[in-house]
């Protein structure tokens, strides 16, 4: 089990950057894949973008590809989303996920963060 914790959300305006950052806690970081999902209000959660475990393969969202990088620092038990050219539609609340895969799947991933706001106001 990994404890998570994100940071870094924030009011932004549209066209901005922010970066997430999630910690963990523990010495296996590096055993997990990572994963950032989203939920908005009123929507079910939904994946934006997962790292492999020494992070040589990411997968995006469509709606996020060319937006958001996925990174990771195994040293600093830290992963990270940056995200650019943010627009309205991506308000929700930011999760990082914890898993032994890479994937969509949010049932894959067996420990969760609980989650930083991001507003994106237009």
């Known amino acids: 089990q990994v404890q998570l914790v994100e940071s870094g959300g924030g009011l932004v305006q549209s066209g901005a950057s922010l970066r997430l950052s999630c910690a963990a806690s523990?010495?296996?970081?590096?055993?997990?894949?990572m994963g950032w999902f989203r939920q908005a209000p009123g929507k079910e959660r939904e994946f934006v973008a997962a790292i492999s475990q020494r992070g040589g393969g990411t997968t995006y969202a469509d709606s996020v590809q060319g937006r958001f990088t996925i990174s990771r620092d195994n040293a600093k038990n830290t992963v990270y989303l940056q995200m650019n050219s943010l627009k309205p539609e991506d308000t929700a609340v930011y999760y990082c996920?914890?898993?032994?895969?890479?994937?969509?799947?949010?049932?894959?991933?067996?420990?969760w963060g609980q989650g930083t706001q991001v507003t994106v106001s237009s």
């Open positions: 996920a914890a898993g032994l895969i890479r994937t969509p799947n949010p049932t894959v991933y067996h420990d």
């Open positions: 523990g010495r296996t970081f590096s055993s997990y894949a």
